[in-house]
């Protein structure tokens, strides 16, 4: 356990960011396996709901900083690449 104060703080403010952190990218990934249940299911309505849903979720998370923008646009390219798929 840490005896300097700052120490003691730098280990809270740690906590509550990683909590945080770990809060969005739930939330991130819940949205992308509602996409995944629309896409596996054929609905191709529920699917276009869900992605706009998804994409708004991971650009929120990626402006907080949680995912980089390479890995939050590959992520939405790949949702977005399996709603199309849709016939």
Do not use: C
């Not at 356990?1 to 809060?23: C, F, G, H, P």
């Not at 646009?73 to 709603?83: F, G, I, Q, T, Y």
Request: without cysteine; hydrophobic residues 45%; aromatic residues 2%.
């Amino acid at each position: 356990m840490a005896n300097i104060k700052s120490a003691k703080k730098r280990i809270l403010v740690n906590q509550t960011k990683a909590e945080r952190n770990k809060a969005i990218r739930s939330a991130v990934k819940t949205s992308m396996k509602k996409v995944d249940a629309a896409v596996a299911a054929n609905d191709k309505e529920a699917a276009a709901a869900a992605l706009v849903n998804a994409i708004s979720t991971i650009d929120k998370a990626t402006s907080k900083g949680v995912y980089h923008k390479n890995n939050a646009a590959r992520k939405v390219s790949r949702l977005s690449k399996a709603v199309n798929s849709i016939a």
